[in-house]
């Protein structure tokens, strides 16, 4: 019996290596375009992408399927690509690399932006053209990429998780959202409309994490696409006022962040092995607090003062003048500031006043904007140049490669955590007036530090847990991995009434104290 | 307020989670000097946790609760030493480095160590058990040397040992006495489920076996289990996981009235004016009723520690915990349990309400009285339930027909797990029926 177990256990081993040959064959065969310009390149992508998916899903069933359904968590912190080993360092060093070269340096992916492309873009012609009609460029082949690793990753992580049911439905909604609304309705809105300018299409990429949402050529491009840009453009605005506030209320920020945005999508699923990563030190944590104010008060202000200049040089394209356009943002803000003031106070005084504090520095900019400025020069700086260094600075550089270059080394969350302005926005909601929150089970915590170590966003969750108090974090989207991990069935997460949401006792229940 | 009490000097010994929650609790009522000492690790950190880091689901600082700069911040003294006297008269503690320091008042909290219980080559190298740090150290050096191990003993430890094993893909032999896994505590048809369970997962259980002598190679480290009925097992290490015993010899020569642990009343007093136990290591005179005299779970010397912290800063308290709970994880089972069940009930006072799904390791127990029909208590395997609502039940004699008309505010799984509850209150409809006739 012994000898037939190991003779099976051989097998197993060889197969999940042929698996990763197969996979990496795949992949370094469609590496070779960058080096050899591909003779045929639609065979060279079909053929590649098969043997990669294949692969892959081949790998997985060998390590996932072969087991019993449960937490699969051994021997996480002995592998050299998921503890920060030289895999992982070599990992976080390719990433970035190909994350320098989408955004800056193109033509080294075989990129011409005055002609035909060569190596790896001219490879995903076939499917661009396919898809939208036209050749592929560098962000073509970055989407087709994108959406391939999470959908591949996504089918990962089910198999791993595959005796909890949240995390099914959740991963199937990200992988939809991704190939659906990130990835083939604008492709092919973009072929059925050629004639129109580019403007985005993917309908659940709001503002502010769509940072050029309300620029000017961007606003201008969607008032001239007639009906389609039309409906981008309000269902945009819906989507930021309306839609996203009331869903933000009744489950928390992870209706968003874990179930539906394309960069969420990403760390879930290929992000998945580097969850472990993120730090859980107070110190960052409160770097954290201060990082995501200053991105959500520097977005307000250049957005504003982008729309500014927006309205001063395009009056006919607006119904409301830049006057009244600074008026209505000065109400709002009052107003938002006036419920906070009078309504949060007890455990929430805190958030709130960082809340007023940022609100505060958005007011006195905005008001400043109409004061001293003159139609392009907000407060002396150019507001296109200011929206411009938004974008290298958080755009590219934060958001792509150190979000997602920096995987391996400091965890799937990073930009989310400290960069992404939506997020801040939404996690302040999550915080201050939302039914979301994780439910400490009574006294049951080990406090084993389980839920702590694979929590992406860094939440220090056994500090809560093993006080008997709920977690109520404006960072936290919902993932439930804390509650999968958990040993003893203490964490849960649950949309309820907004009475006891924070419940600071000073014993967890079983003592009679 | 206490904070203006003339200052003491508070003595801890031990910082597991009973010495540690009373120095925090003692801390946030009063000014006393703090310190705790422990020979075992710089830093308290949750002993149960210990198996994840073996299995590398965690680093052993995860398993650390507070950042380091915790205790500094909240004037917590640490010292690294090892306690050899207690000597009450001078009310001085005397360390094996030479080393005195004087105490106001002593809280021992010394937690245990791992049964051995005789067999010849116990004492082998690579013979261990499983409790402190430094038995996981010991473990891991070991670790690449093992093919095969043998667990002796059918506990939690035991069943943690045997996935911790597995999970390095070692061939793991686990022992067990008695004729099912946990039976003293699980039913029987949990305690199959669980037995069916280890197996699934490729260990070898041997039920109703039990170690004869463990034989060593010519290194003196263990090389065969023979077990009582003769077989001879292959084993590079061996587990003793037979319960554990209050750590208190270096008690022995004090005053300290000692049995198996270090005696306490219900305040939580030792037989010496100012000197308290707490946690794995106390041993109750009046145990709480239906309660054992010494209770070595993670709960209860935490509740042991918050009851103590108020005695320490003048609001003298007993000790008197709420309804019972405890929870546990074997493999991919987890389990919880509230209020009592029995294995072996009462036909008078106790019967139960049992229910498994049909393909799945889940199965929900209600034990209840047949006359009153009130809730006494829960076992649930593969389960997530609420412990406030169960507490509550328990507290109010929640009748069953209201327990099972409600269970659905208990279920604690996770969103769009399938739920059960129907099947449940089928199963009561149809025990009811058999309790009328």
């Not at chain 1, 177990?5 to 065969?29: C, D, P, R």
Request: aromatic residues 12%; glycine residues 8%; positive net charge.
């Amino acid at each position: 019996m012994g000898t037939l177990k190991s003779k099976i256990n051989i097998m197993i081993l060889t197969q999940k290596k042929g698996s990763l040959i197969l996979g990496s064959s795949g992949f370094l065969l469609l590496l070779s375009s960058l080096f050899f310009s591909p003779q045929d390149e639609l065979l060279l992508l079909v053929a590649s992408m098969l043997m990669m998916v294949s692969g892959s899903l081949l790998y997985f069933k060998k390590v996932y399927g072969s087991s019993l359904a449960g937490i699969k968590n051994d021997g996480v912190w002995f592998n050299a690509l998921t503890a920060k080993g030289i895999w992982g360092w070599a990992l976080g060093i390719a990433l970035t690399g190909f994350y320098v070269a989408i955004y800056w340096f193109p033509e080294v992916l075989g990129f011409n932006p005055n002609g035909t492309s060569t190596g790896l873009v001219q490879v995903f012609d076939p499917l661009s053209y396919a898809l939208n009609g036209n050749a592929a460029t560098q962000w073509f082949l970055y989407g087709t990429l994108y959406t391939t690793a999470i959908l591949l990753f996504g089918v990962k992580f089910i198999w791993k998780y595959r005796h909890n049911r949240y995390q099914i439905i959740r991963t199937i909604s990200v992988m939809f959202f991704q190939l659906c609304f990130a990835f083939l309705i604008p492709e092919i809105l973009g072929k059925l409309n050629p004639e129109t300018p580019y403007f985005a299409k993917d309908l659940k990429n709001m503002w502010p994490l769509n940072y050029y949402f309300l620029d000017q050529w961007h606003l201008k491009n969607m008032l001239n696409s007639g009906n389609l840009g039309l409906f981008f453009l309000t269902f945009g605005l819906a989507l930021m006022f309306i839609i996203s506030p009331i869903l933000t209320y009744f489950y928390g920020k992870r209706w968003y962040c874990s179930w539906v945005c394309g960069c969420g999508a990403l760390a879930e699923t290929a992000g998945d092995p580097f969850r472990q990563l993120s730090s859980k030190k107070i110190s960052v944590w409160k770097f954290e607090r201060w990082m995501i104010h200053v991105v959500l008060v520097f977005i307000s202000v250049t957005t504003i003062a982008v729309l500014w200049s927006f309205l001063s040089s395009n009056s006919t394209m607006s119904w409301f003048s830049r006057e009244q356009f600074i008026g209505g943002i000065v109400i709002f803000i009052l107003v938002v500031m006036a419920l906070l003031f009078f309504w949060k106070t007890g455990a929430l005084s805190k958030d709130a006043k960082y809340s007023l504090l940022s609100l505060g520095i958005i007011l006195i900019a905005v008001l400043s904007i109409q004061a001293f400025s003159g139609e392009k020069n907000i407060l002396f700086i150019n507001s296109y140049k200011l929206q411009k260094w938004y974008g290298f600075g958080i755009g590219a550089a934060f958001s792509g490669v150190l979000g997602v270059g920096f995987y391996p080394i400091l965890g799937s969350r990073v930009w989310c955590r400290f960069g992404c302005p939506m997020a801040a926005i939404l996690g302040l909601q999550q915080r201050l007036l939302s039914r979301f929150r994780i439910t400490t089970n009574g006294g049951q915590c080990i406090s084993c530090g389980n839920c702590s170590t694979y929590c992406e966003m860094g939440i220090d969750v056994r500090a809560y847990a093993q006080r008997g108090e709920n977690i109520v974090r404006s960072s936290c989207v919902g993932c439930g991995i804390c509650s999968a991990v958990c040993p003893r069935g203490v964490l849960k997460l649950e949309n309820d009434r907004l009475e006891n949401r924070i419940n600071s006792e000073n014993y967890p229940l079983g003592n009679t104290l | 307020m206490s904070k203006n009490t003339p200052k003491k000097s508070i003595i801890i010994i031990g910082n597991g989670i009973s010495g540690i929650t009373a120095a925090r609790h003692i801390r946030k009522q009063s000014d006393h000097t703090i310190t705790i000492i422990s020979e075992e690790t710089p830093y308290f950190f949750s002993r149960t946790a210990l198996m994840y880091v073996y299995m590398g689901h965690m680093r052993f600082e995860h398993t650390q609760p507070y950042e380091n700069d915790f205790w500094e911040k909240n004037k917590i003294n640490l010292r690294s030493e090892r306690v050899t006297q207690v000597v009450n008269k001078k009310q001085i503690l005397e360390f094996e480095s030479g080393a005195t320091l004087a105490y106001d008042i002593l809280i021992i909290a010394s937690g245990s160590k791992p049964n051995k219980l005789g067999w010849p080559g116990q004492d082998l190298k690579a013979v261990q058990g499983l409790y402190h740090k430094k038995d996981l150290d010991t473990l891991e050096s070991w670790s690449p040397t093992i093919q095969s191990a043998t667990l002796v003993g059918g506990g939690l430890i035991g069943i943690e040992l045997a996935e911790m094993l597995h999970s390095r893909g070692k061939k793991v032999h686990f022992l067990v006495r008695e004729s099912s896994f946990w039976n003293k505590v699980l039913p029987p048809e949990e305690s199959e489920m669980i037995n069916q369970h280890i197996r699934a997962h490729g260990i070898d259980l041997q039920l109703e076996t039990e170690l004869k002598a463990i034989e060593s190679n010519e290194e003196g480290r263990a090389k065969v289990v023979i077990t009582h009925k003769g077989d001879r097992i292959e084993s590079q290490w061996v587990g003793l996981t037979v319960g554990v015993t209050p750590n208190i010899d270096f008690l022995k020569n004090s005053d300290l009235a000692l049995g198996r642990g270090v005696k306490v009343n219900s305040y939580l007093e030792t037989n010496l004016p100012n000197i308290y136990a707490i946690g794995d290591c106390a041993e109750q005179m009046e145990p709480v009723s239906g309660r054992r005299s010494i209770e070595a779970v993670w709960y209860t010397g935490r509740m042991m520690g918050e009851t103590l912290a108020q005695t320490v800063v003048g609001k003298k308290t007993k000790y008197a915990p709420g309804h019972w709970f405890n929870s546990a994880k074997f493999f991919d089972i987890e389990y919880q349990t509230y209020g009592n069940v029995s294995i072996e009930p009462n036909p008078e006072e106790e019967h139960h309400l049992f229910w498994k799904h049909s393909n799945k390791n889940q199965s929900i127990r209600l034990s209840f009285n047949p006359t009153t029909l009130e809730l006494l208590g829960c076992i649930s395997m593969g389960i997530r339930l609420r412990h406030s609502i169960f507490d509550q039940w328990l507290t109010d004699k929640e009748p069953m027909d209201r327990v099972i008309q409600y269970f659905n505010q208990a279920n604690f799984d996770p969103e769009f797990y399938p739920t059960y509850e129907k099947e449940l209150s089928l199963e009561w409809e149809l025990s009811k029926a058999k309790l009328i006739l």
